[in-house]
């Protein structure tokens, strides 16, 4: 709690907090550089567990670029598939097989959801719709017993003063 307005320890917290962050993301660049993993600077803050934009902060945006810089300058080696390229075949047209599944069965669940969806908006804008008709009905109801009220109370009023100055004349 900071009761006399001291900003002395807000910001030596905020410091600490990004001291903590830029750790973070030296850690993640290594383990990214180390793993083999594509370096980027959004690879490094979702890793890092940090915004993007401390990425290509002053201080931080140098190390990212040296990291690249040694893994592009590393020899890509081209590994041979241990599979044979009939069984790729076969496991890519199992893919597309299962792709094309996937895509009819969200094409038709997105049809069906979205024909139930309108057939629930549609009854509930007649509800609405009939609500709105009942609460006009008794609106326009009240409003002609609220006038008439109003005339009968005006008139009782009138009466009163009739009955105390007769009243008062008759005394």
Not at 100 to 121: G, I, K, Y
Request: a neutral charge.
């Amino acid at each position: 709690m900071n009761p006399h307005g001291n900003p002395t320890p807000l910001a030596q917290a905020r410091r600490r907090d990004s001291i903590d962050k830029r750790l973070r993301v030296l850690t993640a660049l290594e383990h990214l550089e180390r793993d083999g993993n594509p370096i980027t600077h959004t690879a490094v803050a979702r890793t890092a567990g940090v915004s993007t934009w401390l990425t290509y902060a002053e201080g931080v945006r140098e190390h990212i670029h040296a990291a690249q810089a040694r893994q592009n300058a590393q020899p890509t080696g081209h590994r041979p598939s241990p599979l044979g390229p009939a069984t790729l075949r076969t496991d890519l047209e199992l893919a597309r097989q299962e792709i094309t599944t996937l895509r009819e069965e969200r094409d038709a669940a997105s049809s069906q959801n979205l024909a139930t969806r309108v057939d629930e908006l549609t009854q509930h804008n007649h509800r609405l719709a009939d609500q709105l008709q009942q609460a006009t009905s008794e609106n326009t109801a009240l409003y002609a017993r609220i006038t008439e009220l109003e005339d009968d109370l005006a008139a009782a009023r009138i009466s009163l003063r009739r009955m105390i100055r007769d009243e008062n004349l008759n005394q």
